[in-house]
T-cell receptor, first 113, second 112 residues
């Protein structure tokens, strides 16, 4: 079946450290993946995406890695800041050209000053 | 450029009632998706509309329905509300291709 799971429900890091949030997906046909950040009381905020024909993509302070062999996705945040504290979700498009995002349960990232 | 706008932000309804939620996508975006977010189930896909047609539907009962208008604005309706329908309902818009989907702030529905 379709599922996207996160290995760690919570992650606590010190300000300035790098953070790595992991995600496993089960649908090998998924062709597109997105990481979202959600702060309390707000909707999910787009962070970065990656297509299945890539294995790495970099943004500002963030990098997403995709390993299709083991169906694993990770989000790396460099020099983590207190403002990065939030719940992070990975999502996969399992609907092909008919957009349908399947979300993981989320990881709570806490950045300690 | 304005973001995704959802109205109302908060709603309190009684069991058995029905409710209609509204979503205005980003200008130029033709795809609108709806999601339900609860602490227990996380974010779950409800349905997706593109050019007034429902292209995809999640595993929700028929009490959940939606529609999209010619200006891409979308509404979702929940009839015969149950306590378990209490959730944050999120709308996301995208240009229509499989690309970035941007979310609104959501509508917090409480069923009492």
């Amino acid at each position: 079946g379709e599922s996207v799971g996160l290995h760690l429900p919570t992650l606590s890091v010190q300000e300035g450290d790098n953070s790595i949030i992991n995600c496993a997906y089960s649908n090998s046909a998924s062709d597109y993946f997105i990481w979202y950040k959600q702060e309390s009381g707000k909707g999910p905020q787009f962070i970065i995406d990656i297509r299945s024909n890539m294995d790495k993509r970099q943004g500002q302070r963030v990098t997403v890695l995709l390993n299709k062999t083991v169906k694993h996705l990770s989000l790396q945040i460099a020099a983590t800041q207190p403002g990065d504290s939030a719940v992070y979700f990975c999502a996969e498009n399992s609907g092909g050209s008919n957009y349908k995002l399947t979300f993981g349960k989320g990881t709570l990232l806490t950045v300690n000053p | 450029k304005a973001g995704v706008t959802q109205t109302p932000r908060y709603l309190i309804k009684t069991r058995g009632q029905q409710v209609t939620l509204s979503c205005s996508p980003i200008s130029g975006h033709r795809s609108v998706s709806w999601y339900q977010q609860t602490p227990g189930q996380g974010l779950q896909f409800l349905f997706e509309y593109f050019s007034e047609t429902q292209r995809n539907k999640g595993n929700f009962p028929g009490r959940f329905s939606g529609r999209q208008f010619s200006n891409s604005r979308s509404e979702m309706n929940v009839s015969t509300l149950e306590l378990g329908d209490s959730a944050l309902y999120l709308c996301a818009s995208s240009p229509g291709r499989v690309t970035e989907a941007f979310f609104g702030q959501g509508t917090r529905l409480t069923v009492v």
